[in-house]
């Protein structure tokens, strides 16, 4: 633990005696911030220098991460902002990026990682959706209505609205086929298996559904006195998050497959603790199994072992506003909850590859 504690520490701090963001202060950060989301074609390099870390990373089989940013109006949510995206390649060095003006009210631009780049995930409208390689070349999709049933390699770009599923193979967008109308979340896994949440108008319990080619594979009731809150799948395993009186206070965990379940109140997680409700709480598995749970801004807490049932905190190198998986690959972003001139102790991306017991900062 010790040698864990020394590595945090040695990333946290700069060399050059700043706070770790690399930027060295925060003279005329508010002039030349105000310049860039004022500017009608900002450079990537200011927009991304403005703002100080990405809200979001996205990585593809080849390890090439696309990393978006945004400058939001400080003063007013309404008004001028900008965006920006980049494409690093395996080795680190800048491939492609590219930005925009925008504005302060427009819901940022968001990617996932799919075979050979990244799709930019719809909000609210199929038609939004394309492709980027890994040269930050973009490339049209196919989107239909007809719904898929989901198969092995189909990755869900989002839930509930629009719920989508990409499929590779032949490039194409479509909504995923026999989802329950009641659905209110939704997460595919490697296997092609369509985890999703379903909140039936009638008062009865909430349910998982799981399916697979259009199939019903079965249904389990989430437990009393809970609603269901995120969920998460990936490997034969999946977690809900439990919500009662508006707060997190358990898993429904399942690690073959959704043939059993089980409900964690305990484990090591203070779920009493736990500031915010759903909207506010982090939720993922990892390639091996291990779920990972916590509270966006607080505290996170990863599963020993892949039957997950005792969990242990994570030592992490700042307070992070978000934290992701990519495999078995960690990557937390620190940052400010709302647009500001400045930057926060260690804001921007790091990158932890062994569970969360070393850490590095990405440059």
Known sequence: MAAASAALVLAACGSDGTDGSGHGGSRGREAKYQRVIEDPHPRPGDVIEAAGAPTGVARTDDGSLLLTYAAGNVEDDEGPAASAWRVVGPDGRTVAEHAEHTDAEAQPVAFTGVPGGFVRIPQGDAEEAYALDVRGERHELTVTRTPLPTRAGD?????????????????????????????????????????????????????????????????????????????????????????????????????????????????????????????????????????????????????????????????????????????????????????????????????????????????
Do not use: C, M
């Open 155 to 363: 990755i869900a770009l989002g839930a509930p609205e629009p719920a989508l599923v990409y499929r590779p193979a032949t490039r194409t967008v479509a909504p995923p086929a026999g989802l329950p109308d009641d659905a209110i979340d939704l997460v595919v896994d490697e296997r092609g298996t369509a985890w999703s949440l379903a909140q039936p108008l009638t008062g009865d319990p909430h349910r998982v559904v799981r399916q697979r080619d259009g199939r019903t594979l079965g249904s389990t009731a989430v437990p009393k006195p809970y609603a269901g809150g995120v969920l998460a799948a990936r490997g034969g395993t999946a977690a809900l998050l439990l919500v009662r009186d508006d707060g997190v206070r358990g898993l429904l965990v399942t690690t073959d497959d959704g043939e059993h379940w089980r409900t964690l109140l305990a484990g090591g997680v203070p779920w009493q603790t736990l500031q915010g409700g759903p909207e506010s709480s982090v939720l993922d598995v990892l390639a091996d199994g291990r779920v990972l749970v916590g509270e966006e801004g607080g505290r996170y807490w990863l599963a020993d072992d892949r039957a997950n049932s005792a969990f242990h905190q994570l030592r992490t190198p700042a307070s992070l506003t978000s934290l992701t998986v990519d495999g078995t690959t960690l990557y937390g972003i620190a940052d400010t909850t709302t647009a500001t001139y400045d930057l926060v102790k260690g804001e921007g991306l790091w990158i932890s590859r062994d569970g969360g017991v070393q850490w590095r900062r990405h440059r």
